[in-house]
């Protein structure tokens, strides 16, 4: 079946550094991304859609100068968290719909931890 | 966001009995619905959507939508410890894209 990868699945950084997350579609091609962020024992909260060749469309109240979305091809979207600070810390997830909302394929998660 | 409303639980169920879970959404407008079962750590995997009003059976799985009311739950029959997990009812607000909202979860542990 269709994948989604993630890369990379955890990664530990210093705060006001900037961290890039990779979402990739492995065989099917992805003009829309979605990614996801879900702190512990919270819900998976919609930051923002990635548009192939058109700017991100951002949530209410998610700041699109600190997490910046590139959706270079329709295979590939990336997000980075720039000057990362210890709140930033979740579980971000990526997903991709194939040809619909009903099949959506999910990343496996990338753990981002701020120190 | 529009909203999705779920009571987070933990809901405890013996092994072999019916777990119901519930959920209702805020946006009347809403096209699809969606279960997903999330593993601790790991990301949400798809379990039934459904989009008319009624009943969708597969296996052990039976989803309810009832538009009128806004709400959709999820039963799970012969509930096994394999079944622990949380639960998240998501919807998709419009028929404009494929965007889907989740809700908070239900924690469900089985009891063996």
């Known amino acids: 079946g269709a994948v989604v990868s993630q890369h990379p699945s955890w990664v530990i950084c210093k705060s006001g550094t900037s961290v890039k997350i990779e979402c990739r579609s492995l065989?099917?091609?992805?003009?829309?991304m979605f990614w996801y962020r879900q702190f512990p024992k919270q819900s998976l909260m919609l930051m923002a859609t990635?548009?192939?060749?058109?700017?991100?469309?951002?949530e209410q109240g998610v700041e699109k100068d600190k997490f910046l979305i590139n959706h270079a091809s329709l295979t590939l979207s990336t997000l980075t968290v720039t000057s990362a600070h210890p709140e930033d810390s979740s579980f971000y997830i990526c997903s991709a719909p194939r040809t619909g909302p009903h099949e959506q394929y999910f990343g496996p998660g990338t753990r981002l931890t701020v120190t | 966001q529009k909203e999705v409303e779920q009571n987070s639980g933990p809901l405890s169920v013996p092994e072999g009995a019916i777990a119901s879970l519930n959920c209702t959404y805020s946006?009347?407008?809403?096209?699809?619905f969606f279960w997903y079962r999330q593993y601790s750590g790991k990301s949400p995997e798809l379990i039934m959507f459904?989009?008319?009003?009624g009943d969708k059976e597969d296996g052990r799985f039976t989803a309810q939508l009832n538009k009128a009311s806004q709400y959709v739950s999820l039963l799970i029959r012969d509930s096994q410890p394999s079944d622990s997990a949380t639960y998240l009812c998501a919807v998709n607000p419009s028929n404009r894209d494929d965007k889907i909202i989740f809700g908070k979860g239900t924690r469900l542990h089985i009891l063996p």
């Open positions: 946006d009347r407008g809403s096209q699809s």
């Open positions: 459904i989009y008319s009003n």
């Open positions: 065989d099917f091609q992805a003009t829309t």
């Open positions: 990635s548009n192939e060749g058109s700017k991100a469309t951002y």
